[in-house]
């Protein structure tokens, strides 16, 4: 079975600054898909970025960027210039491959907290 | 983008009664939805997914009997907490597969308090 571990429980970044969220993944799959979610106090779900593991290319979304290693089954994600509204808990969530109705793996989550 | 809309936000109910939570698929049609349960400051624990037209498929450990799930349209998909009690209590959230770009879509939540 798939396991989704995220190391970091919690994390906090001044404002403004860098912060990484480690992920790391279990699968015997070669094609998959890696999402990360930020679930804000209001607990609405949000896609933040995803990857397709047939892709070599780390995915970006604005100030949102991964660091996807398949050989090292790790999936990181990178906030730069953090904001308030950044402070949220994220989850890494991976996906087998194959259409329809394959059931997402969730990460324990990391809370981040924005330091002003 | 597609929306998942849910519904109630939130719900009260006295121990022993039943609470249904709806959540519709507003401009996709979704074949396949899911219903996790999440518990506070934890992750989302999936419940059952539901295939629309079919029985549910539900996880390990989860009680079909009180956790009835109809996925009648492709658009609608229900949760229906039969006989609530205390321990029940939690925060129940819908999602969607729509389909490769946008991935799944999640409802906004509903926070079932039984007394």
């Known amino acids: 079975a798939q396991t989704v571990t995220q190391s970091q429980p919690e994390m906090s970044v001044q404002e403004a600054e860098t912060v990484t969220l480690s992920c790391t993944y279990d699968?015997?799959?070669?094609?998959?898909?890696l999402f990360w979610y930020k679930q804000p106090p209001s607990r609405q779900m949000i896609l933040v970025i995803r990857?397709?593991?047939?892709?070599?290319q780390n995915a970006t979304e604005n100030r949102f960027s991964v660091n996807f290693q398949k050989a090292a089954k790790s999936f990181s994600l990178k906030i730069s210039d953090s904001q308030l509204g950044d402070a949220a808990m994220y989850f890494c969530?991976?996906?087998?491959?194959?259409?329809?109705?394959?059931?997402?793996?969730f990460g324990t989550g990391t809370r981040l907290t924005i330091i002003p | 983008g597609a929306v998942v809309s849910q519904h109630p936000s939130w719900v009260i109910c006295k121990s022993g009664t039943s609470v249904k939570i709806e959540c519709r698929s507003l401009?996709?049609?979704?074949?396949?939805m899911f219903w996790y349960r999440q518990f506070p400051k934890q992750s989302l624990m999936l419940m059952a997914t539901?295939?629309?037209?079919?029985?549910?498929?539900?996880e390990q450990g989860v009680e079909k009997d009180k956790f009835l799930i109809n996925h009648a349209s492709l658009t609608l998909s229900t949760l229906t907490v039969t006989s609530a009690h205390p321990e029940d209590s939690s925060f129940y959230i819908c999602?969607?597969?729509?389909?490769?770009?946008?991935?799944?879509?999640f409802g906004s939540g509903t926070r079932l308090t039984v007394v």
């Open positions: 969530a991976y996906r087998p491959p194959n259409f329809g109705n394959e059931k997402l793996t």
């Open positions: 999602s969607a597969w729509t389909g490769q770009y946008y991935g799944y879509t």
């Open positions: 401009d996709f049609q979704a074949t396949t």
């Open positions: 990857q397709e593991a047939y892709k070599q």
């Open positions: 699968t015997s799959e070669s094609d998959y898909y």
């Open positions: 539901s295939n629309e037209g079919s029985k549910a498929t539900y």
